[in-house]
């Protein structure tokens, strides 16, 4: 009976078995879709949030695209189910960017790198390249890993710092030229500085400067580049007039030029340059016309409204330097002429003292010489028996005679000494010390003359004698000196003449004062001498400090005129 119960009990002890075997399934299947359920809920309320999100989210897995919310479709132009295992990111990225997407990609699969952040240009639906930048991290999707990210349209970032980069650069540029032409350069070299720049800002393939030269026919080309042929001329109707209405601009602004439609007679010119499109501005000083500053490109192109700012503002730069550079010609010029008038002056001058000094020694001195030797003879031969009051009379005569003709002397000595013409400079030099020694013996007189007659140039020895001897009347008149160094001396090529006292000597720095009053007069006449006879003037002096004055003069230079 027991072994007949015992199969039975192995049948009941199996079904138990399999029951709660069946239980156990029972209770897996309920967990599994219970985390089915959760995973559902998750992922329904992953994508609640992430379709509200205003960047792109995205899951790839497989090279294609498992999930995209509605801005990641949008960012590039698509719907939601055009990308979903529809299109991978190869679809949206310029071909150029692929590899660096591609090995961050590979990156992130392979654990390489959990995380990364980094920048690419997408292509949208339409053809438009945009720049993304890109947030993302490796996952595991359905038990098998994928990436998941973010990614923000920063296409406007870019342009908005590339737009800063540009103003920054056509400031720096600006400054450049600017600072270029403060500095002492021709007219030519900031004109071809100015063109090159615009060139360069407006990205162009040519630009030119034209002026007009007074001449209404034509405009002489100034500064160019990027031409294949050298402009002379352009027509100079290019500044009054012209026959495509949009160049000659009602506003007074930058016209755009057509190339292509243009009818002067600059169009050959520049048609050979195979030019289609292009600015141009007319700049001008008040009312008048000064030239035109042109850039042209061989491709079509429109010219966006900074584009135009900036020619506008080069062209007024032009326009400055233009007008600027003819204010310091005509400047120069009349500086030039000055100087010229007062170098015909001074030789006027002392031409006039030579002829005088000439008629004073010959004329006049020679006629009260004669009338002395006379009144000398008659006294002699005055008679015995004449009253002594007679003689008398005579001899006062012949004293106020020789009183005249020394006077006379001293007056043709001062406007010109003939000794400079029969014996030279060092003569004249050395005698003139002497006579001033005589003349203030109170005053110490330390001279040193060592260079030769042949040493100094013909035209100098007036006016080396007329620096110094204006000088030392300077000394005697103003300085309350009691010692005076003069020296006159070849050095280094050069001839060198020093003046210097020890006397009160004069505020300097007040240039106006010290050079426009009472010595001042001396002082301009001497400098100007110098400086017109090629020489190089210097005043050294202080109150209390007494006085120096040095000129020299270059042996090889030519010298100017007296």
């Known amino acids: 009976m027991k072994d007949e119960e015992r199969p039975g009990e192995e049948m009941i002890a199996e079904l138990n078995r399999v029951r709660r075997e069946v239980a156990k399934l029972e209770r897996s299947e309920a967990d599994s879709k219970r985390l089915e359920e959760v995973l559902s809920n998750s992922e329904t309320q992953f994508k609640k949030i992430t379709e509200k999100s205003m960047v792109g989210v995205y899951l790839i897995q497989d090279d294609v695209f498992q999930y995209v919310n509605p801005r990641m479709a949008q960012i590039f132009g698509y719907e939601v189910n055009d990308l979903i295992h529809r299109r991978g990111p190869r679809d949206l990225v310029l071909p150029e960017d692929w590899p660096l997407v591609r090995e961050n990609l590979r990156k992130r699969l392979s654990g390489e790198e959990e995380s990364i952040n980094y920048a690419f240009r997408g292509i949208k639906r339409d053809g438009e390249v945009v720049y993304h930048e890109v947030y993302g991290s490796r996952t595991d999707y359905r038990d098998r890993p994928a990436v998941i990210g973010t990614m923000l349209d920063i296409t406007h970032r870019v342009e908005a710092e590339r737009n800063m980069q540009m103003q920054l650069h056509r400031f720096q540029v600006l400054y450049r030229i600017a600072m270029a032409m403060a500095a002492e350069h021709t007219l030519e070299e900031n004109l071809r500085l100015l063109v090159e720049q615009c060139r360069e800002l407006l990205d162009t393939h040519v630009s030119l400067i034209a002026v007009s030269d007074g001449n209404p026919k034509f405009l002489r080309v100034l500064a160019q580049s990027g031409f294949r042929a050298q402009l002379v001329n352009l027509p100079g109707e290019l500044l009054t007039k012209h026959e495509v209405e949009s160049f000659t601009s009602k506003t007074g602004g930058p016209a755009e030029i057509d190339f292509k439609v243009l009818n002067t007679v600059a169009k050959n010119d520049f048609r050979r340059e195979g030019l289609m499109s292009g600015l141009a501005y007319r700049f001008r000083i008040r009312d008048r016309h000064l030239g035109v500053l042109c850039a042209g490109s061989r491709t079509e192109r429109v010219f966006s409204e900074p584009e135009k700012y900036v020619l506008s503002l080069m062209a007024n730069m032009a326009s400055l330097e233009v007008t600027r550079k003819q204010a310091e010609e005509a400047l120069a010029q009349s500086e030039n002429q000055l100087r010229l008038l007062s170098k015909q002056l001074l030789k006027a001058q002392e031409d006039d003292r030579k002829r005088l000094a000439q008629e004073l020694h010959d004329g006049i001195g020679q006629s009260l010489s004669a009338i002395k030797f006379r009144l000398e003879t008659a006294e002699k031969q005055v ?142 006449g001497m400098k100007e001498r110098t400086e017109l006879s090629g020489g190089m003037f210097k005043l050294d002096t202080g109150p209390g400090l007494g006085t120096s004055i040095k000129a020299s003069w270059p042996l090889k230079a030519p010298a100017t005129s007296k």
Request: charge should be neutral; aromatic fraction near 6%; hydrophobic fraction near 40%.
């Open 383 to 524: 008679s015995d028996d004449a009253s002594g009051e007679g003689r008398a009379q005579l001899g006062m005569l012949v004293s106020m005679i020789q009183g005249t003709i020394n006077e006379v002397r001293q007056i043709a000595m001062d406007l010109r000494p003939s000794v400079l013409d029969d014996l030279g400079l060092v003569a004249t030099f050395s005698w003139f010390l002497r006579e001033f020694q005589s003349t203030y013996c109170d005053m110490k007189l330390d001279k040193r003359i060592v260079v030769e007659e042949s040493d100094v140039p013909e035209p100098l020895k007036i006016v080396i004698f007329r620096v110094a001897q204006e000088a030392l009347n300077n000394v005697a008149k103003h300085s309350r000196a009691d010692v005076v160094q003069v020296a006159l001396a070849k050095r280094k090529g050069r001839i060198v003449l020093t003046i210097k006292d020890n006397g009160a000597g004069f505020d300097g720095n007040c240039s106006r004062l010290s050079w426009s009053h009472g010595r001042g007069f001396g002082l301009t």
